[in-house]
């Protein structure tokens, strides 16, 4: 079945250092993916999206890029503040239909801590 | 406005109660999931509804049960607590036309504590 793997966490930065966050996936066909971010004491919410290889998202000054060769979809900030201190969530959803439809298998979550 | 809510925000209780969670939306949207995620932040999805139709169903001890009065509201009923059923349950929509590529919305999330 489907299925997301990241980076193993807690990861802890500096403000203004570079963020990467890796997450590699195993499905069938071209899904979609996802980056949800979730903060602390409240629900996620959607980071960025790219639902074609190649495609890049990017929101808040964070990109990923989907590789479909290398089934990835790595998280990136070239700066990171306090304020993005949160848990990270890579995600997919199946693009083909059936009863798989719409349901996001997501990874285990990767905590970042971002010190002044 | 909040979009996606659910009541209670902690629920704390028994082993052997049942108890139900309440999910409303907002936006219009057709598509409601319930998601569970652990100790270790791990969220899994547990089921999705359909403009009221059952969609998803995962691998869910069948003392849970979900119920959509309407597409703006889902509902999760959970018989016979456990103490393993102690998790943050959260509640999400998405506008149901393309599932493949919508957003999910989600609420703030529903703390399950069993004693």
């Known amino acids: 079945g489907d299925s997301v793997t990241q980076m193993e966490g807690p990861v802890t930065l500096s403000e203004e250092a570079f963020l990467t966050i890796n997450c590699t996936y195993t499905a069938t066909g071209y899904p979609s993916l996802f980056w949800y971010v979730q903060y602390p004491g409240e629900g996620l919410q959607l980071l960025l999206k790219a639902t074609k290889a190649d495609d890049k998202g990017s929101n808040k000054g964070f990109e990923a890029t989907y590789r479909k060769e290398t089934t990835s979809f790595h998280l990136e900030k070239g700066s990171v503040q306090v304020s993005d201190s949160a848990v990270y969530f890579c995600a997919l959803s199946p693009n083909a239909g059936g009863t798989s439809y719409g349901k996001l298998t997501f990874g285990q979550g990767t905590i970042l801590t971002v010190h002044p | 406005d909040t979009a996606v809510s659910q009541t209670p925000k902690y629920l704390v209780t028994q082993m052997g109660n049942d108890k139900s969670i309440k999910c409303e939306q907002n936006?219009?949207?057709?598509?409601m999931y319930w998601y569970k995620q652990d100790s270790k932040k791990f969220l899994k999805i547990m089921f999705s509804?359909?403009?009221?139709?059952?969609?998803i169903n995962e691998t869910v001890p069948n003392r849970f049960s979900p119920k959509s009065p309407d597409k703006a509201h889902l509902n999760l009923h959970i018989n016979s607590l456990e103490l393993g059923d102690s998790a943050v349950y959260f509640c999400?929509?998405?506008?149901?036309?393309?599932?493949?590529?919508?957003?999910?919305?989600f609420g703030p999330g529903t703390r399950l504590t069993v004693l």
């Open positions: 509804y359909n403009n009221k139709e059952l969609i």
């Open positions: 936006l219009g949207h057709d598509t």
């Open positions: 999400a929509s998405s506008l149901g036309q393309q599932p493949s590529t919508d957003t999910q919305y």
